[in-house]
């Protein structure tokens, strides 16, 4: 997965995303964290992207031209990377089927394009680079989309600050509108990590075995079971004797009842989307 981040600050995204398990799998190749300093287009000899709202009103809002340039530069960056990528594999798949290797090398060779036929042009998978727009105006974030953007190979993020950007250059540019929460943030660079966090969890490589549990929250609707590690008794409270038997059979079962009494008494509104417990209630044909 390749990240193209479109900020006002860069060293923010590269020092979350550097950290931990995330910063892990970059190095090891599995994500990409490329940034686009949006301030780096500025027209303005204070270098300032910014300016007063039409119609009055508190707060300044960004230029459409600094933001435009930047997103153009990600989806450039995007498709070099691409290419470098198809060319890549092209190599390595050498000894790969015949059909294969025509594909890729036929994908290696496209023309670049032009400035006027990017925004038409589609990814490999045969869509177009998805530019999602950080901001509290706009659906939040869940388990289903985080699924389905890790299924991309790239994604550009455009993160806001001050008011908002001038909604020409979101209309010409954004394809998704995406919120991590009903609060308003001083900016899209923290709603822009924790996308990418979640999405990267997915990506194959991203976690070691002993990081993703088969049953984890946010799975089936459903939030994960309570966990357990030594001692047996910490300040008098005992780990759950079923976890001691050995009977994975009946842990199994134990952590699934656990996890519908955790959801029922935290978030009940996620019960009624859950498809194994409404099997589970009225049968496969309800
Ligand atoms: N920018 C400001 N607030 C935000 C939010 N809640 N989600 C995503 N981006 C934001």
């Known amino acids: 997965m390749r990240y193209y981040v479109c900020t006002l600050f860069p060293d923010m995204i ?3 995303m550097g950290t931990s398990i995330l910063g892990r799998a970059e190095k090891n190749g599995y994500i990409s964290v490329n940034t686009v300093n949006i301030r780096d287009f500025s027209r303005k000899n204070s270098m300032r992207v910014d300016d007063y709202p039409y119609g009055g009103g508190a707060g300044m809002v960004m230029e459409p031209e600094p933001v435009y340039q930047a997103v153009q530069a990600a989806l450039q960056r995007a498709e070099a990377d691409r290419r470098a990528e198809a060319s890549r594999r092209a190599a390595d798949g050498r000894s790969a089927g015949a059909e294969q290797r025509a594909e890729l090398d036929r994908r290696a060779a496209e023309p670049a394009q032009t400035e006027e036929s990017r925004e038409e042009k589609s990814t490999p998978s045969g869509r177009r680079t998805r530019v999602i727009y950080l901001t509290p105006q706009a659906k939040v ?3 289903t989309l985080v699924e389905e953007l890790a299924r991309e190979e790239e994604l550009v993020l455009l993160c806001g600050h001050y ?3 001038d909604e020409r250059v979101l209309q010409e540019t954004v394809t998704d509108y995406v919120s991590i929460g009903d609060y308003v943030l001083t900016g899209g660079e923290l709603g822009a990590a924790v996308l990418m966090d979640a999405v990267s969890r ?3 490589g991203v976690l070691h075995n002993d990081e993703s549990s088969q049953f984890e929250s946010m799975q089936d609707n459903l939030l994960e079971y309570p966990h357990f590690t030594r ?3 910490w300040h008098g409270r005992k780990v759950p004797p079923v976890l001691l038997t ?3 059979g009946k842990i199994e079962e134990w952590r699934y009842q656990q996890a519908v009494a955790r959801t029922q008494e935290r978030r009940p509104d996620l019960l009624k989307n ?3 417990l409404h099997t589970f209630w009225y049968g496969p044909q309800a």
């Open 246 to 248: 050995g009977d994975h």
């Open 231 to 233: 001692p047996e008794e």
């Open 141 to 143: 974030l869940d388990q």
């Open 202 to 204: 997915f990506v194959p």
């Open 163 to 165: 008011e908002g950007i």
């Open 274 to 276: 859950s498809f194994t």
């Open 14 to 16: 590269h020092q979350i």
